[in-house]
């Protein structure tokens, strides 16, 4: 599907806003399509994709096409990949990469790598180290070890209303390639 997007058109990366929301979900359905994420669909992909502690989100469009989102969220002490964060460095602020995807058109073409960069370049400028959870079992967890991210450990978490996941957590690493 590479060849549906103009391999000429530039892609851009920009801050997220409200009318992008519509060919975010457009996008998101293919990615759940194609690769079960997120694993359950949202009642509103909408609220999804902005959650309570959303500081910035960032879109790729490739050709006028939505093709990739990024959020990043203030991390909160009852996440897992934070809390094993704190568990090495106490009180510690971090920043959850998340609502992370890459329609599949677009694959393979470094979306994914330039919004990783943007948010984690949005967190440095905060004061905030950048952390993600993924399932252990999705694909995306070698991506981010690809990209230098640190496993920090695999916890079991419990999603509403009784499902159990069983997730990798990672961190950032510096620019110089070891964790701060």
């Given amino acids: 599907m590479i060849s549906d997007l103009a391999p000429s058109a530039p892609l851009s ?5 409200p009318s992008d929301l519509a060919g975010c979900v457009t996008s998101l359905a293919l990615v759940h399509e194609h690769s079960g994420y997120p694993v359950n669909w949202p009642a509103s992909p909408e609220a999804w994709l ?3 502690a959303l500081l910035a989100a960032w879109v790729a469009e490739w050709g006028g096409r ?5 959020a990043l969220c203030l991390g909160r002490d009852d996440e897992p990949a934070t809390a094993l964060w704190q568990a ?7 920043a959850s ?11 393979g073409l470094g979306v994914g790598a330039a919004l990783m960069d943007r948010a984690v370049q949005e967190a440095r400028s905060r004061g905030l180290q950048p952390v993600l959870e993924v399932v252990a079992t999705h694909p ?3 991506f981010y070890e690809r990209l230098g991210w640190e496993l920090l450990g695999e916890v079991e978490d419990l999603w509403p209303p009784d499902q159990h996941v069983r997730l990798r957590c990672h961190a950032a690493p510096t620019p110089a390639g070891r964790l701060v």
């Fill in 88 to 94: 090495r460095r106490p009180g510690a602020a971090t």
């Fill in 66 to 70: 939505i093709v990739g989102h990024a």
């Fill in 140 to 142: 995306a967890a070698a």
């Fill in 97 to 107: 990469v998340s609502r992370l995807f890459v329609s599949p058109e677009a694959r």
């Fill in 13 to 17: 990366l920009r801050p997220r806003v």
């Fill in 50 to 52: 902005t959650p309570p």
